[in-house]
T-cell receptor, first 119, second 112 residues
């Protein structure tokens, strides 16, 4: 069964360092997402990406964050200068269809997550 | 931002018992979703609800989209050990954007 894969599974970094989290979405999917989950809390939307550009982002996704699809298979989240409060599990997701077309038609498939610990 | 409140926050039940949890919002939504998150994994979609009043089943799971469009419940019948995890409701925005808003979660623990 096709799945979303994420690397690394766990990264520990010093405050102020740059971090890149990588994702390989399901191959025929067109919409890509990053969500995060601080330990013990709910899953929060960060950004959605379609047709090589950001289609939506939350207030969490400030100038320190960026996303890129550098080739036909990878989708990355970069945090330029990490802060302690960036420590969380980061989930990549992909879907065949978008959510904004009216009725929900695109199930989001989530990866297993990358745990980021900022010291 | 939009708030989805889930109750209960956590449940401790014995194997074989039925489970009921719900999710409420102060806003109206057109789609309600229920996800399950196993420890160390990402959320997995269980049931999607598209119409007010709709009742949908997936095996031992049954979910309903409230008639007011402000709530939903999820029932699990005859719980088994693999039902352990965190259950999240989620809604997609009414405003034509590409994000899901998740609820606060209900943690289910099964006592042996």
């Amino acid at each position: 069964e096709p799945e979303v894969t994420q690397t690394p599974s766990h990264q520990v970094t010093q405050m102020g360092q740059e971090v890149i989290l990588r994702c390989v979405p399901i191959s025929n999917h067109l919409y890509f997402y990053w969500y995060r989950q601080i330990l013990g809390q709910k899953v929060e939307f960060l950004v959605s990406f379609y047709n090589n550009e950001i289609s939506e982002k939350s207030e969490i996704f400030d100038d320190q964050f960026s996303v890129e699809r550098p080739d036909g298979s990878n989708f990355t989240l970069k945090i330029r200068s990490t802060k302690l409060e960036d420590s969380a599990m980061y989930f990549c997701a992909s879907s065949e269809a978008g959510l904004a077309g009216g009725q929900y038609t695109g199930e989001l498939f989530f990866g297993e997550g990358s745990r980021l610990t900022v010291l | 931002g939009q708030q989805l409140n889930q109750s209960p926050q956590s449940m401790f039940i014995q194997e074989g018992e039925d489970v009921s949890m719900n999710c409420t919002s102060s806003s109206i939504f057109n789609t309600w979703l229920w996800y399950k998150q196993d420890p160390g994994e990402g959320p997995v979609l269980l049931i999607a609800l598209y119409k007010a009043g709709e009742l949908t089943s997936n095996g031992r799971l049954t979910a309903q989209f409230g008639i007011t469009r402000k709530d939903s419940f999820l029932n699990i019948s005859a719980s088994i050990p693999s039902d352990v995890g965190i259950y999240f409701c989620a809604v997609d925005s009414n405003f034509g954007n590409e994000k899901l808003t998740f609820g606060t979660g209900t943690r289910l623990t099964i006592i042996p």
